[in-house]
């Protein structure tokens, strides 16, 4: 998933949906990701994973794992409070400066 801005419909995040913790030991796998990162010049991305949370980082970009249960319940209570004004971390409540980092 890749939010756009709406002035110039360049991405602002994205959020990559697996359904399992194996990329949580091989971020490597998600070149595609990490090269559209790169390419539109985003600092870092969310993948869910089935019950990890770490963050790790490839190259330049930071890659943020949250368990999919939990992004999903974060998106429903924000659609159901009608929260849009906020970053995809701060809904999230993670703090970009706080990461066990691999």
Do not use: H
């Not at 756009?4 to 595609?32: F, H, I, M």
């Not at 990890?52 to 970009?61: A, E, L, P, S």
Request: with cysteine.
């Amino acid at each position: 998933m890749v939010m756009l801005a709406g002035e110039n419909q360049k991405p602002v995040w994205a959020v990559e949906v697996k359904w399992s913790d194996r990329y949580c030991t091989k971020p490597d796998e998600l070149q595609g990701l990490i090269g559209f990162c790169r390419a539109n010049k985003l600092n870092d991305a969310l993948v869910t994973s089935k019950t990890q949370t770490i963050t790790c980082k490839m190259g330049d970009t930071i890659l943020r794992f949250v368990p999919a249960s939990v992004y999903c319940y974060t998106v429903g209570y924000n659609i159901i409070r009608g929260r849009k004004s906020q970053t995809l971390l701060q809904q999230l409540e993670i703090d970009p400066k706080d990461s066990t980092t691999r």
